[in-house]
T-cell receptor
């Protein structure tokens, strides 16, 4: 079974600081997704990474994918309070539809 | 296009009752997924449809759970004889994969929060 692990599970950081969230997965997959979830809300798609070496950036967030290491990172630059949320990575099984396997999430709190 | 729509948003039911949730996907999407999310966890896959065909079901989907997508548009998820352990957020998502990898992105609805008392 495909397993997805994120770390850290909880992250408290000050505004203006940088930090990286890590996502490791256990079996071959070449499609990785990052989602954001605010409390009580659904999941908002942030990034779709489709190939080894893919890097995408949106505002203060940058995501990358290393399929050989089975690792994706979500880097936060100069954090602001609005980024406080839970971030999930998800992978799907290669050649097997869109059954996403989600990590347990990283709960990010940005402190003013 | 208003995205993926789910209703009801909240449902409180007594243990042993049956409940049914509805999901309306993005209109041009042919794939539809159901996930369950409990507090502090990531969503867990339950089942998915391509058009009206239910192609895969998770082991989490016990025989008390049934999902349908009769005309390949909206879908319903029914839970019979609800148990307290069924309390969770039930999320629906849709996607429209084509030959291009780009289209594998799934869009999620707001979810239905079920509380079994």
């Amino acid at each position: 079974e495909l397993k997805v692990e994120q770390n850290p599970l909880f992250l408290s950081m000050q505004e203006g600081k940088n930090y990286t969230i890590y996502c490791n997965y256990s079996t071959t997959s070449d499609r990785l997704y990052w989602y954001r979830q605010d409390p009580g809300k659904s999941l908002e798609s942030l990034f779709v990474l489709l190939s080894n070496g893919a890097v995408k950036q949106e505002g203060r967030l940058m995501a990358s994918l290393d399929t050989k290491a089975r690792l994706s990172t979500l880097h936060i630059t100069a954090a602001v309070h609005d980024l406080s949320a839970t971030y999930f990575c998800a992978v799907d099984r290669r050649y097997a539809g869109n059954q996403f396997y989600f990590g347990t999430g990283t709960s990010l709190t940005v402190i003013p | 296009d208003t995205g993926v729509s789910q209703n009801p948003r909240h449902k409180i039911t007594k243990r042993g009752q049956n409940v049914t949730f509805r999901c309306d996907p993005i209109s041009e999407h042919n794939r539809l997924y159901w996930y369950r999310q409990t507090l502090g966890q990531g969503p867990e896959f339950l089942t998915y449809f391509q058009n009206e065909a239910q192609l895969e079901k998770s082991r989490l989907l016990s025989d008390r759970f049934s999902a349908e997508r009769p005309k390949g548009s909206f879908s319903t998820l029914e839970i019979q004889r609800t148990e307290q352990g069924d309390s969770a957020m039930y999320l629906c998502a849709s996607s429209s994969p084509t030959g291009r990898k780009r289209d594998t992105e799934a869009f999620f609805g707001q979810g239905t929060r079920l509380t079994v008392v």
